[in-house]
């Protein structure tokens, strides 16, 4: 009995790139560029629909990067990242059948282009004052609600870890376990609001194989490119994503 899969030739044109721009980010060069996963994929299918095929392939990517950079995260700033996520992702499954999915993605892209003006106009300082732990409470519950929405969840979470000033490597590690610990929260509420059917999962297993490569690809240039480089091109992924998001939600 064959499996109910996505055949569709215009799905796979916008999934396969999708997945690839999602492994790189989740090797943490790049980071940003993932949250245009769903909205690309989004122009084949719905957004919870591209949101429900990318479950099982962002666990593969998690664990992958976990296994990368297990000793290189900043243990004390997950301790408090993680659950402020995590009530994010109850406050998302509680909002996911009320708020329409553009409208979030609108929120987060104009979130996301005012951090950069702001970073852009007024450029951080070696003495500049770290944001408070109220922001940083504020921003990545905000970051778990929009994960859980529409996996768009690393914008918000960026706007306070960026100007803590961690090294490449500690900040992708942080992220990678962060993220991992937040997308598995997301599987039982996702079961639950029947997300996870066979044709989804059957989908995603066909993209799986394309996971690995993006998270390599992303991995080698992660551990040998210089912090400031690193950073412009997280920011370079945050303003296409923020672009993208705000047409999605106001204006496409």
Do not use: E
Not at 7 to 15: C, K, S
Not at 62 to 91: E, N, Q
Not at 162 to 174: E, F, M, Q
Not at 180 to 188: A, D, E, G, I
């Amino acid at each position: 009995m064959s499996l109910p899969v996505i055949t569709d030739p215009h799905f796979y044109a916008v999934a396969i790139p999708a997945v690839l721009l999602l492994g790189v980010s989740k090797s943490g060069f790049g980071a940003g560029f993932g949250s245009l996963a769903v909205p690309l994929m989004a122009l084949a299918v719905t957004v919870p629909q591209a949101a429900a095929i990318l479950m099982p392939v962002l666990l593969l990517m998690d664990l992958l990067g976990l296994a990368a950079f297990r000793r290189d995260f900043d243990k004390r700033l997950l301790w408090f990242l993680i659950p402020c996520g995590l009530v994010g992702t109850l406050i998302g499954t509680l909002l996911f059948k009320v708020l329409p999915a553009h409208t979030v993605a609108g929120i987060v892209g104009v979130f996301t282009l005012i951090f950069l003006v702001q970073r852009l106009v007024f450029p951080p300082k070696a003495n500049s004052p770290l944001p408070s732990k109220t922001t940083g409470a504020l921003l990545t519950t905000i970051s778990g609600f929009t994960s859980f929405i529409a996996h768009a969840g690393g914008p918000p979470v960026n706007a306070y870890v960026i100007p803590l000033r961690l090294s490449p490597l500690a900040y992708t590690a942080t992220m990678a376990y962060f993220f991992f610990v937040v997308n598995l929260s997301k599987w039982v509420p996702y079961a639950w609001l029947g997300l996870l059917d066979w044709r989804n999962l059957a989908t995603s297993l066909m993209l799986l194989p394309i996971a690995p490569l993006g998270v390599w690809v992303g991995i080698r240039i992660a551990r040998r490119i210089d912090a400031t480089w690193f950073y412009r091109f997280v920011y370079l992924g945050m303003l296409l994503t923020g672009i993208k998001l705000t047409w999605d939600g106001f204006i496409g």
